[in-house]
């Protein structure tokens, strides 16, 4: 999720140095920033408003410790400073105390009940906790009160098409483009929402024009790689992919599907040092830190994988994706009791995980239950739709069942040479490959 620095009222100070110190944040140079809000602050102790702008560069440029310090100062000095508690909120999430920054940010909003970012940070917290009802309600709140602003757009349309929601999706980013219509943001996301709605053809044409428009920016190639995984073609979307990275090298989500897009062809260490890429752009960032426990897992490094997993759950014991990780570790390290106590937990808030629902199957299947391994199976087909996780599931039910027949006929069905998922791994294992 996209997060942006509340705006505030205007600055008091009326110093040069301080003005100048806006200048370069506004221009991106943090450093030159920093070094001039550093000594401003030393001349100026009573400056609330300058130690939170030092605060807040602390934070972007990843001296957490440093922020909270500056934070922690003006918090000690009984401050009811709305700014101060909305950064001290979005230095909690990006250490992954989830819980706490909804305090700081509840304590923002009672401060400035409008400040739309402090409503987006809040939607972000409540999305790692898994209550995505609320986030949609905070979201929109946030439209209503700055209907022009672009972020919040971003957010809500992203996560309605994460949710499969496309006509949802769409509507919010045709709502956004009435007021912002050259937002390249939301054009990628309309195409998004083109692709999703089976428009291949529409999507290409504006993914296109994204891409001759906005050729500084990674969205229009982003958009093309898109297509290109939806016909197959993994080695055309690594392409589209590596020129999306190369325009916007900070880009996020093009460096995660330029990482998927590597796996997807078995290049596991290209993808690895994606990943590594993305992670120190987003270090604190706990979506960032699962997916690149997810990329060690895929290059077989479990114990690595292991241990950031571990390190994800101590920061938020209930983070769903890492949880579900942790499930697949124990799965492969043949501990089928401990694996279903952790997917057991994740489907009491996310019944229609899939991944859960498949990886219980096998579970089931594993502690000699087939018949329920079976019936989890079949109505997660049902339910979800097919997938390689639910096949097999039902392999080692036939399998716990003796029938060594339907197990053949499963495994084999499953076993595919250019697969890299999870499932082909497995079915390896099982064929003793």
């Excluded at 830190?289 to 938020?316: E, N, P």
Aim: hydrophobic content about 40%.
């Amino acid at each position: 999720m996209e997060s942006a620095a509340p705006r505030t009222v205007t600055v008091e100070e009326d110093s040069k140095e301080y003005k100048k110190a806006l200048l370069f944040i506004r221009s991106g140079d943090l450093e030159k920033a920093r070094e001039i809000l550093e000594e401003f602050c030393g001349q100026n102790p009573k400056s609330a408003r300058a130690f939170n702008k030092l605060a807040y560069v602390y934070l972007e440029i990843g001296n957490l410790e440093a922020a909270e310090k500056v934070l922690d100062g003006l918090l000690s000095a009984d401050r009811k400073d709305f700014y101060t508690h909305f950064l001290y909120g979005r230095l909690l999430m990006r250490r992954g105390e989830v819980a706490n920054a909804v305090t700081h940010y509840t304590t923002a909003l009672t401060i400035n009940p409008k400040d739309i970012y402090t409503l987006n940070g809040v939607a972000e917290a409540l999305l790692v906790q898994g209550d995505r009802k609320k986030a949609i309600r905070c979201l929109k709140k946030a439209i209503e009160l700055a209907p022009s602003d672009t972020l919040t757009y971003h957010n809500l349309a992203q996560l309605y098409l994460d949710m499969g929601q496309i006509q949802e999706a769409h509507t919010i980013v045709l709502c956004g483009l009435a007021r912002l219509t050259k937002d390249a943001r939301l054009l990628y996301l309309k195409g998004r929402c083109l692709l999703g709605a089976k428009d291949s053809e529409g999507a290409r044409a504006l993914f296109e024009e994204l891409s001759r428009d906005y050729p500084g920016q990674a969205w229009g190639r982003l958009g093309l790689g898109l297509l290109c995984v939806e016909s197959g073609d993994i080695n055309g979307a690594v392409r589209e992919m590596l020129c999306a990275v190369s325009a916007e090298p900070k880009n996020l989500e093009a460096n995660e599907r330029l990482a998927s897009a590597f796996s997807r062809l078995g290049e596991r260490d290209k993808a690895l040092a994606v990943m590594e890429k993305a992670l120190a752009l987003a270090p604190r960032d706990l979506r960032i830190q699962t997916l690149f426990a997810r990329t060690l897992y895929d290059r077989r490094l479990i114990l690595k994988a292991w241990l950031r997993i571990q390190g994800i759950l101590s920061q938020d014991a209930s983070y769903t994706p890492a949880r579900l990780l942790k499930a697949v570790l124990y799965l492969d390290e043949d501990l089928p009791r401990k694996a279903e106590e952790e997917i057991s937990l994740i489907l009491v808030t996310h019944p229609q995980d899939k991944e859960a629902r498949g990886l219980l199957a096998e579970c089931r299947a594993l502690q000699g239950a087939p018949g329920e391994a079976e019936e989890m199976a079949r109505n997660g087909i049902l339910e979800l739709g097919p997938s390689r996780q639910f096949d097999l599931a039902r392999a080692l039910a036939c399998r716990a069942k003796g029938d060594t027949k339907g197990y053949s006929a499963l495994l084999e069905s499953l076993a595919d040479p250019d697969a890299t998922d999870r499932v082909a791994y497995r079915v390896k294992k099982l064929a003793g490959l």
